[in-house]
């Protein structure tokens, strides 16, 4: 996932999907995802000094 704070910078993330992780917006499933869609991950919930950023939601826009 690449984030952008203020349109010149940006980052990589690793973000893993689970089970659970659910799509909504301009797709439904991972496979429909494509290069140059913006997306805004919800982490699941878990504590802080776990060492991976698991997607609860995937809200592709």
């Known amino acids: ?3 952008s704070s203020n ?3 940006s980052e990589t ?6 089970d ?3 799509f ?6 991972y496979e429909e995802l494509e290069v140059g869609h913006q997306v805004q991950v919800v982490p699941a919930e878990l504590s802080e000094d776990f060492p991976y950023i698991l997607a609860s939601d995937v809200i592709v826009k």
């Not at 993330?13 to 689970?18: P, R, T």
């Not at 909504?24 to 499933?29: E, I, L, T």
Request: proline residues 0%.
């Open 13 to 18: 993330e690793e973000v893993f999907l689970i």
């Open 1 to 3: 996932m690449e984030t």
């Open 24 to 29: 909504s917006g301009a797709v439904s499933s």
């Open 20 to 22: 659970i992780t659910t």
């Open 7 to 9: 349109g010149s910078e």
